[in-house]
């Protein structure tokens, strides 16, 4: 079974613009978290999708968005990035609640650099 | 959900056992505890969850006490390549409320030494 993929896995951008990364889950897994992943914050929870719902969100202002397909394939999006926005950015997948005690598993990430 | 709390680093040499320990004072009762491994550049990866006394499988073992306020992870005969950051949640896997502002904390990070 193939695991999490995220594309793209690198990304260069400069202040101002938008960004929009990807995330395939397991297939089967219905439930898509979001993590920002700084040196300085470690890893951040950004949101979480269940069934094409936002289900939970994190403490992050609302330039962070994303969504969730039928497909379970999920998108985040980032507009006017700033510096701070650099990071690596995961997404998990998990079967069915997505809950905290349920096992995750995580793509390889997507690094993004704000210039 | 509960808070939990892990030494912030720590040194081992090759071939030894290492045991990391989380606390997690306000365990609830359906709470599971799960730990997991992150390589730099890479996402976390799961290593092992437990429930209760002890869990074992192919690459760790879990001691859970019987009051359930902390764990243990050990790592018998340490490599090189375990070097890395490890992370301890506690959550209710049977929870309908996903995964409410969850957050893996700053880790244990691991440095193996030759």
């Known amino acids: 079974k193939a695991g999490v993929t995220q594309t793209p896995r690198y990304l260069i951008k400069t202040r101002g613009q938008q960004v929009t990364l990807s995330c395939s889950p397991i297939?089967?897994?219905?439930?898509v978290s979001w993590y920002q992943q700084t040196p300085g914050q470690g890893l951040q929870f950004l949101f979480e999708y269940f069934s094409e719902t936002q289900r939970n969100k994190g403490n992050f202002p609302g330039r962070f968005s994303g969504r969730q397909f039928s497909n379970s394939r999920s998108e985040m999006n980032v507009s006017t990035l700033e510096l701070g926005d650099s990071a690596l950015y995961l997404c998990?997948?998990?079967?069915?609640?997505?809950?905290?005690?349920?096992?995750?598993?995580f793509g390889p990430g997507t690094r993004l650099l704000v210039l | 959900l509960a808070k939990t709390t892990q030494p912030i680093s720590m040194d081992s040499y090759e071939g030894q056992e290492v045991n990391i320990t989380c606390s997690h004072n306000n365990i609830a009762t359906n709470d599971y505890i799960t730990w997991y491994q992150q390589f730099p550049s890479q996402g976390p990866r799961f290593i092992i969850q437990?429930?209760?006394t002890k869990v074992t499988n192919e690459v760790a073992s879990l001691f859970i006490p019987a009051d359930r306020k902390s764990s243990t992870l050990s790592l018998p005969r340490v490599s090189l390549s375990d070097t890395a950051v490890y992370y301890c949640l506690v959550g209710d896997p049977s929870s309908n409320f996903g995964n409410e502002k969850l957050t893996f904390g700053t880790g244990t990070r691991l440095t193996i030494i030759p």
């Open positions: 297939s089967g897994h219905r439930s």
């Open positions: 998990a997948s998990s079967l069915a609640s997505g809950s905290s005690g349920e096992t995750q598993y």
């Open positions: 437990g429930y209760k």
